[in-house]
């Protein structure tokens, strides 16, 4: 069974910096694409940033590039999301999300309906 954790969240102040890991297990951690999204109230889902072990890319939304990093531990199965200079535009539920079994080649993707499992969440809270 594939599960997904999500873990790191929290509340911070704008401009502070918070560490997200996504725990993954019932899957092989050789081929696969994680990606972090996140919702805010009244918003639709959106992609943050992704990985693919396939081709090794890594993907960031506009809106947080600079600022974010994703990271991968293979020895521990973890993808981590470190995010700096946060905004209270940040502050959403913070998903991860798995796509097992990647093709060889499979390029980091954005788009969510190309993930087929998904973490419970975390919440993000920036303050102004």
């Known amino acids: 069974e594939v599960q997904l954790v999500e873990s790191g969240g929290g509340l911070v102040q704008a401009g502070g910096s918070l560490r997200l890991s996504c725990a993954a297990s019932?899957?092989?951690?050789?081929?696969?694409?994680i990606g972090w999204f996140r919702q805010a109230p009244g918003k639709e889902r959106e992609g943050v940033s992704c990985t693919s072990s396939s081709d090794g890319s890594t993907n960031y939304a506009d809106f947080v590039k600079g600022r974010f990093t994703i990271s991968t531990d293979n020895a521990k199965n973890t993808v981590s999301l470190q995010m700096n200079s946060l905004t209270p535009e940040d502050t959403a539920v913070y998903y991860c999300?798995?796509?097992?079994?990647?093709?060889?080649?499979?390029?980091?993707?954005?788009?969510?309906?190309?993930?087929?499992?998904w973490g419970q969440g975390t919440q993000v809270t920036v303050s102004s």
């Open positions: 999300a798995a796509r097992p079994g990647a093709p060889i080649d499979y390029s980091a993707s954005l788009n969510r309906y190309e993930y087929d499992y």
């Open positions: 019932g899957f092989s951690f050789e081929d696969y694409a």
